[in-house]
Every structure is written in C-alpha cells, then in structure tokens.
C-alpha cells in the first residue's frame, strides 16, 4: 500500500469551475502536508502547506486537513487553463523527508 | 532572492561510469533534501543535509552518497550508474517554516 493515494485523474473541468483535488495517507504520526503543482518538463512548485485541521486559503487556493480521516484535500477557485498542470500532495512524516503521492494531472478547458 | 541552482542542468553518461550532482540552495537556508523524480517510481526521497550533516536518508542504495560544506552548498554523487538511474533529480532547499522549494533539477540520462 502507497503511503499517498492521489487519483492519477486526468481531472477535467471547466474554465471558472472549482477544482477539488484529494488526498490520502496512512502514516497518523504524519505532521506537514504539502501541495506542489509541476508544470511538464519543469520541476515541482510549491502552492501550499498546512500544519493543522481545518481550512488553509491563499488566493484561490484552499487547502483542507482532516487528520482523523487522514486527508489533505486542494480546492482551486475560478480555475483557469494556466492551472492545467500535476498536483503532488507531499506528506512529513519523519523531519524534513517528505513522501509524495503519485499526482493528479488536472486539465482546464475554456 | 536568487532561487535554488542545480548543475548542470542535463547530463548523458555510460553506465558503470560516476556522476557528481551540485545544489545551491537560497540564500539563508540552512537545510537542503535531494529527490528523484521518474514517470514509474514518481518523487523519492534521497537524503536531507543540515550544517553538514547528513539527518535523514532514504532507500537508496549505497551508490547514491551526498555531502554538505559549510557555505549550505550540497553535492550528490552516484557511483557505478546503471540505466534504471536515469531520472530528474531535484535538490530542495527548505526554510525556518519546513517548506521545501525546489530547483530546476539534473536530468540524469545513462546509457
């Protein structure tokens, strides 16, 4: 069993829409979670971090944490074609070593 | 702020031969971490490195080695190359706040 489960997707929605990216993971000792978005060809770019339950918004970014269901969830507003890219959700479970899922390509069609 | 650098950016190499990689990391961080990146095993950690000391390390074998100098600079090293090394590997510079940012990366190709 992966430590991160993320839906590979593609996830395709609609330009405006709410995108809602999800993810899992199965250490409870886990204590940071991360979401990075990668672009193809580039490398990962950080979007988000959240320590502790509940809501976390940047912008149009919101990050969920529910840490007795054990997920981390990002929910892009107003999404827009620039957004098309793979979204990482990265989980600390031992100091500074972080543990990615697998990603989710998202694709914003105008 | 000047980002995180990595060189060289792209490297061909034979396998059995060695190839050594180089991180900067922003200016003020202390902490660096090294992953690799593939389409089938997707981000792995490596190693992380603080005021020259290795912290934590990953499952890799004993052919991928790093170091750290004083100045936060951070190289990584693997030995013996085999195909299944090729891949992206990123050098993160993480802050006060345990965020890691992440350079533009070495694509490693071994032929």
């Known amino acids: 069993q992966k430590e991160v489960e993320q839906n590979s997707g593609p996830l395709s929605v609609p330009e405006g829409a709410i995108a809602s990216l999800n993810c899992t993971y199965s250490d409870r000792g886990s204590q940071s979670f991360f979401w990075y978005r990668q672009y193809s060809g580039k490398s990962p770019e950080l979007i988000m971090s959240?320590?502790?339950?509940g809501d976390k918004e940047d912008g149009r970014f919101t990050a969920q944490l529910n840490k007795a269901s054990q997920y981390v969830s990002l929910l892009i507003r107003d999404s827009q074609p620039s957004d098309s890219a793979t979204y990482l959700c990265a989980v600390s479970t031992a100091g500074n070593m972080l543990t990615f899922g697998g990603g989710t390509r998202l694709m914003v069609k105008p | 702020k000047a980002g995180v650098t990595q060189t060289p950016r792209y490297l061909i190499k034979t396998r059995g031969q060695q190839v050594t990689l180089s991180c900067s990391p922003i200016s003020g961080h202390r902490s660096v971490s090294w992953y690799q990146q593939t389409p089938g095993q997707g981000l792995q950690f490596l190693f992380e490195?603080?005021?020259?000391?290795?912290?934590n390390k990953g499952n890799f074998p004993g052919r991928f080695s790093g170091r750290q100098f004083s100045n936060s600079r951070s190289e990584m090293n693997v030995s013996t190359l085999e195909l299944g090394d090729s891949a992206l590997y990123l050098c993160a510079s993480i802050d006060s706040s345990y965020e890691q940012y992440f350079g533009p990366g070495t694509r490693l190709t071994v032929t």
């Open positions: 959240i320590y502790s339950n």
């Open positions: 490195y603080f005021s020259e000391t290795q912290r």
